[in-house]
Nanobody, 122 residues
């Protein structure tokens, strides 16, 4: 059973930084795509960033240059370093994973964590 547990959320002022972590366990895929999504109240869940087993990354335009996704394969942990945070980054952040490096299927086929709240005040 794949389990994903997020941590690192919190409340910060605009311009601040946070690092989210996602501890993964229970999957035996030889390759995997992992990513971060976020959902603000009243809005649809939005893909923030993804990374595949080759280290290829992608970001939504609104976070490019501010957020960095990375992974520590030895620790089975995914990270999201968030700098220059803005109030519009306020959301619940979710970690997701899908086997086979199918990043384009992450939203519909992925395993999900329960999320960690990020609140940015102006």
């Amino acid at each position: 059973q794949v389990q994903l547990v997020e941590s690192g959320g919190g409340s910060v002022q605009a311009g601040g930084s946070l690092r989210l972590s996602c501890a993964a366990s229970g999957y035996t895929y030889s390759s995997v795509c992992m990513g971060w999504f976020r959902q603000a109240p009243g809005k649809e869940r939005e893909k923030v960033a993804t990374i595949d087993s080759d280290g290829n990354t992608s970001y939504t335009d609104s976070v490019k240059g501010r957020f960095t996704i990375s992974q520590d394969n030895a620790k089975n942990t995914l990270y999201l370093q968030m700098n220059s945070l803005k109030p519009e980054d306020t959301a619940m952040y979710y970690c997701a994973a899908v086997g086979g490096d199918y990043c384009h299927l992450l939203r519909v086929l992925g395993y999900w964590g329960r999320g960690t709240q990020v609140t940015v005040s102006s």
